[in-house]
């Protein structure tokens, strides 16, 4: 037991000691989540379980001392897909007087217009063995995955942790702010698919109207041709039909007359 504690406040001093694994509380709008270069997992402080504890449904008060924060690893955006995993880390750092056993990690999405409306709850993860020593501060994963079929926008993310100390059980929330789902697929989704569609769509009736317009303005345009006789014009196929009467006689007595 003694040798854990040793190495529990080895590891300990170890993340204290590095400044890369300085993280900001969740509720910060900082960007301090570029500062957090490794995690500790597994040993002593979080051995993944594979059953789940349970640890009811009830509300729990945190536990005095107990300070919590997170962090998106190399995702400053909180920028999740729709069904693929996406990390967490959850830090917790214990300045009470007792060790704290940390029990599971679970999270829910919720509209973030009001709380009261749950969009999904999230797999929950337990440890076993996951105890953190007074004066110690630790860091668990916490892996989740939206569902697939989640439409693209703005939610937001309600974290908590489960811890016992001295068989009292607490929860703490770690994370209670907005991500980001983006949707899964190829380069195009559906939508985009059907926007391009009705684009291309909308651009060939233009040309076509256009294309209308313009031979419905050239037919306006072409007129007979004209030839001129003197000073007044008159149709060239008047001159063919009434060549030889009388009244092309007329004309041409009248156009010496001029001269």
Same mark, same amino acid.
């Given at each position: %037991?003694? %040798?854990k *504690? @040793?190495?529990a ?6 993340? &204290?000691?590095?400044p ?8 910060? /709008? ?6 957090v ?7 002593? &402080? ?12 009830? =509300? ?8 919590m @924060?997170?962090?998106?690893? *190399?995702?400053?955006?909180? &920028? ?13 750092? =214990?300045?009470?007087?007792?060790? @704290?056993?940390?029990? +599971? ?28 020593? +007074? ?8 892996? #989740?995955?939206?569902? !697939? ?16 100390? /001295? ?6 929330t ?12 190829? #380069?195009?989704?559906?939508?985009? &698919? #059907? ?20 031979q =419905? ?10 030839v ?5 014009? *008159? /149709? ?21 007359? !001029?001269?």
């Amino acid at each position: %037991m003694a %040798m854990k *504690r @040793v190495r529990a406040l080895f590891l300990a001093l170890l993340l &204290l000691a590095c400044p890369l694994l300085q993280v900001a509380r969740c509720q910060s /709008d900082s960007d301090s989540e570029s500062g957090v270069a490794d995690a500790v997992e597994g040993g002593d &402080l979080g051995i993944v379980g594979e059953d789940v504890q349970d640890f009811g449904d009830g =509300n729990f008060d945190p536990a005095p001392g107990i300070d919590m @924060v997170c962090v998106f690893p *190399r995702n400053s955006a909180k &920028l999740v897909t729709a069904g693929e995993e996406t990390e967490l880390l959850v830090g917790m750092k =214990n300045d009470g007087e007792s060790s @704290v056993n940390v029990i +599971a990690i679970k999270a829910s999405v919720h509209l973030p217009y009001d709380h009261r409306l749950l969009v999904q709850n999230l797999t929950a993860q337990a440890f076993s063995n996951a105890s953190v020593p +007074a004066s110690v501060q630790a860091t668990f994963p916490y892996i #989740f995955a939206v569902s !697939k079929y989640l439409q693209p926008g703005t939610f937001d993310l309600v974290g908590t942790i489960f811890y016992e100390i /001295d068989q009292h059980p607490y929860q703490s929330t770690f994370y209670n702010g907005t991500i980001e789902v983006a949707e899964s697929g190829g #380069f195009l989704s559906v939508e985009s &698919l #059907f926007l391009v569609t009705l684009g291309i769509a909308l651009l060939v009736l233009l040309g076509l109207w256009i294309h209308g317009q313009i031979q =419905n303005i050239s037919k306006k345009t072409k007129r007979t041709p004209k030839v001129e006789v003197g000073t007044g014009t *008159r /149709d060239a196929s008047l001159d063919e039909w009434l060549q030889g009467t009388a009244y092309t006689q007329s004309l041409s007595s009248k156009s010496k007359k !001029k001269k």
